[in-house]
């Protein structure tokens, strides 16, 4: 059975900072990985998927990576923002679609 | 872009009740989805349809119903409502299983008291 794991569960950085979220997941028969931010009380929404046959996906000052010998994914944001803190939630898919949630880093950028 | 709109950001509703979320989208999905998200537990799925009146268990779906009578809606049925139902419900939806992304509504917080 797939468990997904983000480790730290909570991180601050001052503002313009570079830094590295992490998601690891124990099943390498994996579909995809999807990468997504939430808003308190608010719903997902997604940043990046990842293909099992990609290696990584880029969108802005994101850049996400996987690789799936070793079991890992990272979100890799750079000049991290105030309008960056949010809960980052990493999820794997198997061949039927079903997303298994990691518990969520949760980032906070201090001006 | 797409959009998942669930009926309701806040609801109440008392044990025993019956109650209904729904959820539309706007892109044709096949696929869609419900999941609860509760403080150290995470997200998880309940039920899922990858089409017209057809349904899938998810992890967890006891205490709950689905039904799909068209392809742009999905509802999310509490039989009888229980206290340990209370919390933030998702819905998303997508139009490939496995290859696009889930597309996800702004979530219900249902308290059940």
């Known amino acids: 059975k797939q468990e997904v794991t983000q480790i730290p569960a909570a991180l601050s950085v001052p503002e313009g900072e570079n830094l590295v979220l992490n998601c690891s997941f124990t099943?390498?028969?994996?579909?995809?990985l999807q990468w997504f931010r939430q808003d308190p009380g608010k719903g997902l929404t997604s940043l990046l998927l990842i293909q099992s046959s990609q290696r990584e996906q880029t969108s802005g000052r994101l850049n996400a990576s996987l690789d799936k010998s070793s079991g890992r994914s990272t979100l890799y944001i750079a000049a991290s923002q105030p309008g960056d803190s949010a809960t980052y939630l990493c999820?794997?898919?198997?061949?039927?679609?079903?997303?298994?949630f990691g518990q969520g880093t949760t980032l906070q950028v201090k001006p | 872009d797409v959009k998942v709109t669930q009926s309701s950001r806040y609801l109440v509703k008392r044990t025993g009740e019956k109650v209904f979320l729904e959820c539309v989208q706007d892109?044709?999905?096949?696929?869609m989805f419900w999941y609860r998200q509760d403080p150290g537990l995470g997200l998880r799925l309940i039920y899922f349809s990858y089409d017209v009146k057809m349904k899938e268990k998810g992890d967890i779906p006891e205490g709950y119903s689905v039904s799909r009578e068209k392809k742009e809606r999905f509802s999310l049925i509490l039989e009888s409502a229980s206290t340990n139902q209370t919390s933030m419900y998702l819905c998303a939806s997508s139009p490939v299983l496995g290859y696009q992304p889930q597309h996800f509504g702004d979530g219900t917080r249902l308290s059940i008291l």
């Open positions: 892109m044709d999905h096949e696929n």
């Open positions: 999820a794997g898919s198997g061949n039927t679609g079903k997303l298994i």
């Open positions: 099943d390498s028969a994996i579909y995809n």
